[in-house]
Protein backbone atom coordinates (compact mmCIF):
# COMPACT_ATOMS: atom_id res chain seq x y z
CA UNK A 1 0.00 0.00 0.00
CA UNK A 2 1.31 3.65 -0.95
CA UNK A 3 0.40 5.92 1.75
CA UNK A 4 1.03 10.31 1.26
CA UNK A 5 4.11 11.62 3.47
CA UNK A 6 2.04 13.94 5.04
CA UNK A 7 -1.79 14.63 5.18
CA UNK A 8 -3.22 17.44 7.84
CA UNK A 9 -6.45 18.80 7.79
CA UNK A 10 -6.43 22.29 6.52
CA UNK A 11 -10.02 23.14 7.59
CA UNK A 12 -13.49 22.12 8.75
CA UNK A 13 -16.48 24.24 7.51
CA UNK A 14 -19.98 24.42 9.24
CA UNK A 15 -21.03 24.48 12.90
CA UNK A 16 -20.49 28.14 13.41
CA UNK A 17 -23.18 30.45 12.48
CA UNK A 18 -21.33 33.53 13.57
CA UNK A 19 -18.96 32.45 11.30
CA UNK A 20 -20.86 30.31 7.92
CA UNK A 21 -18.79 28.81 5.24
CA UNK A 22 -19.64 29.29 1.81
CA UNK A 23 -19.02 27.22 -1.17
CA UNK A 24 -20.23 28.77 -4.58
CA UNK A 25 -19.83 27.63 -8.03
CA UNK A 26 -18.78 30.30 -10.59
CA UNK A 27 -18.76 30.30 -14.27
CA UNK A 28 -15.89 32.23 -16.32
CA UNK A 29 -14.63 32.99 -20.05
CA UNK A 30 -11.37 32.90 -20.19
CA UNK A 31 -9.55 35.93 -22.17
CA UNK A 32 -6.97 36.65 -24.83
CA UNK A 33 -3.34 37.87 -24.05
CA UNK A 34 -2.70 35.50 -21.52
CA UNK A 35 0.17 36.49 -19.60
CA UNK A 36 2.79 34.31 -18.14
CA UNK A 37 2.50 33.77 -14.53
CA UNK A 38 -1.69 33.91 -14.76
CA UNK A 39 -4.59 36.03 -15.27
CA UNK A 40 -4.13 38.73 -11.97
CA UNK A 41 -6.89 40.54 -9.90
CA UNK A 42 -9.75 37.36 -9.87
CA UNK A 43 -10.48 38.01 -6.25
CA UNK A 44 -12.04 41.04 -7.67
CA UNK A 45 -13.75 39.78 -9.99
CA UNK A 46 -15.16 36.44 -7.76
CA UNK A 47 -15.95 38.94 -4.79
CA UNK A 48 -18.35 40.87 -7.28
CA UNK A 49 -20.30 38.09 -7.95
CA UNK A 50 -20.45 36.47 -4.65
CA UNK A 51 -21.38 39.37 -2.65
CA UNK A 52 -19.79 42.17 -0.55
CA UNK A 53 -17.46 41.15 2.92
CA UNK A 54 -16.77 37.57 1.69
CA UNK A 55 -13.27 36.84 1.99
CA UNK A 56 -11.96 33.89 -0.63
CA UNK A 57 -10.67 30.67 1.38
CA UNK A 58 -9.80 28.61 -1.56
CA UNK A 59 -10.62 28.22 -4.68
CA UNK A 60 -10.86 24.96 -7.24
CA UNK A 61 -11.31 24.16 -10.39
CA UNK A 62 -14.31 21.62 -11.76
CA UNK A 63 -14.10 22.11 -15.50
CA UNK A 64 -10.94 23.71 -17.16
CA UNK A 65 -12.29 23.12 -20.45
CA UNK A 66 -8.72 20.83 -21.08
CA UNK A 67 -6.94 22.97 -19.10
CA UNK A 68 -5.62 21.98 -15.57
CA UNK A 69 -6.16 25.40 -13.99
CA UNK A 70 -5.31 26.36 -10.50
CA UNK A 71 -5.56 29.62 -8.46
CA UNK A 72 -3.27 31.02 -6.25
CA UNK A 73 -4.36 32.40 -3.90
CA UNK A 74 -0.95 33.79 -2.52
CA UNK A 75 -0.43 36.02 -5.48
CA UNK A 76 -4.26 36.39 -6.64
CA UNK A 77 -3.72 34.53 -10.30
CA UNK A 78 -5.22 32.30 -12.12
CA UNK A 79 -2.85 30.17 -14.05
CA UNK A 80 -3.54 27.67 -16.60
CA UNK A 81 -2.07 24.69 -17.80
CA UNK A 82 -1.48 21.91 -20.51
CA UNK A 83 -0.24 18.65 -20.83
CA UNK A 84 2.48 17.83 -23.97
CA UNK A 85 2.04 14.56 -25.32
CA UNK A 86 4.23 12.65 -27.82
CA UNK A 87 2.28 11.02 -30.85
CA UNK A 88 0.44 8.02 -29.21
CA UNK A 89 2.05 8.24 -25.88
CA UNK A 90 1.06 9.41 -22.61
CA UNK A 91 2.44 12.47 -20.80
CA UNK A 92 6.11 13.19 -21.38
CA UNK A 93 6.50 15.49 -18.03
CA UNK A 94 4.78 17.86 -15.86
CA UNK A 95 2.13 20.22 -16.46
CA UNK A 96 3.40 23.01 -19.07
CA UNK A 97 1.99 26.66 -18.48
CA UNK A 98 0.24 27.77 -21.23
CA UNK A 99 2.85 30.41 -23.31
CA UNK A 100 2.66 34.06 -22.67
CA UNK A 101 0.23 36.11 -24.68
CA UNK A 102 -2.21 32.58 -25.71
CA UNK A 103 -5.66 33.46 -27.54
CA UNK A 104 -7.66 31.64 -24.79
CA UNK A 105 -10.66 33.22 -25.82
CA UNK A 106 -12.64 30.53 -26.98
CA UNK A 107 -12.71 28.66 -23.75
CA UNK A 108 -15.61 29.37 -22.46
CA UNK A 109 -18.05 28.18 -19.08
CA UNK A 110 -14.70 27.18 -17.43
CA UNK A 111 -16.54 25.96 -13.67
CA UNK A 112 -14.59 27.02 -10.60
CA UNK A 113 -15.58 26.18 -6.79
CA UNK A 114 -14.94 29.24 -4.67
CA UNK A 115 -15.34 28.93 -0.79
CA UNK A 116 -15.28 31.90 1.20
CA UNK A 117 -15.99 33.16 4.93
Do not use: W
Request: proline content about 3%; aromatic content about 8%; glycine content about 8%.
Amino acid sequence: MTTMSTVAKVSTSGGDPSNPTFFDIVSLNLVAHYVTGGYTAIAAQLKAVLGKGKTIVDVACLDGKGYVIHYDLTNDKLICYYAAYKTGAAADGPLIEVVNDADLNAVHCVRLLVISQ
